[in-house]
């Protein structure tokens, strides 16, 4: 177990939805990632929260959106979902900014758009 | 732009038997971390190593080792006697110094036979 929960674990929606995953980092870790995992892309960084504050961007849709509120849980809002949003997006945290710190992964949420 | 590559895509081996997944980076960067993720059947990413740049020495952690050689831009992952617990993707990661997000390789799956 790393420290780091996801809810939901599982979610099906319809195209045009709009959903929201939520994210609890490990104790005292300000950092928290998105990442998402499908068949076509791998695993891609999303975005990254430092403390309340986004600290850089990926390959991010401007469809999706997030947020670290200031108990530091995250939220990642996917909106105008289609089917190739399906995925498995995963939260990591880490204990700060320094890159050698490791980033822990909580249990993913598998999201499927029909 | 840095990118992480894991030529095989998959590999199976039976039990007991040794194996070794191969990952090779590139970049620009001089100082740079590279990771190593597994991702069991349950689809979480459980962190296996992180090395610096600047650390060329290999790692032993019981039946795991890692061999980082800059010179090839490789940083290859061993399981001595495989055990069926073993399966699962492994993936590749490297993340640049003053960068936030980790890039990862395809993974690969391994599966030891029983």
């Known amino acids: 177990d790393s420290g780091v929960t996801q809810t939901p674990k599982h979610l099906i929606t319809a195209t045009g939805q709009r959903v929201t995953l939520r994210c609890s980092p490990r104790s005292g870790d300000l950092s928290v990632y998105w990442y998402q995992q499908s068949l076509d892309q791998g695993l891609q960084f999303l975005i990254q929260y430092y403390n309340g504050e986004e600290r850089a961007k990926g390959n991010i849709l401007e469809r999706f959106s997030a947020q670290q509120f200031p108990d530091l849980h995250s939220e990642l809002n996917l909106s105008s979902l289609e089917l190739g949003d399906s995925a498995l997006y995963f939260c990591?945290?880490?204990?700060?900014?320094?890159?050698?710190?490791?980033?822990?992964f909580g249990p993913g949420t598998r999201l499927t758009v029909l | 732009a840095q990118k992480v590559t894991q030529a095989q895509t998959e590999i199976s081996v039976v039990e007991k038997e040794d194996v070794t997944l191969d990952c090779v980076y590139e970049?620009?960067?001089?100082?740079?971390?590279l990771f190593w993720y597994k991702q069991p059947p349950s689809g979480e990413l459980v962190f296996l190593i992180r090395?610096?740049?600047?650390?060329?020495q290999n790692e032993i952690s019981g039946r795991y080792s890692w061999n980082f050689q800059k010179s090839t831009s490789s940083f290859n992952f061993t399981i001595t006697a495989s055990q069926v617990v073993d399966s699962a993707v492994y993936f590749c990661a490297l993340r640049l110094f003053g960068n936030e997000k980790l890039t990862f390789g395809t993974g690969t799956r391994l599966t030891i036979i029983p």
């Open positions: 990591a945290s880490s204990g700060g900014t320094r890159a050698y710190n490791e980033q822990f």
């Open positions: 970049t620009r960067d001089t100082t740079y971390y």
């Open positions: 090395r610096n740049s600047f650390d060329e």
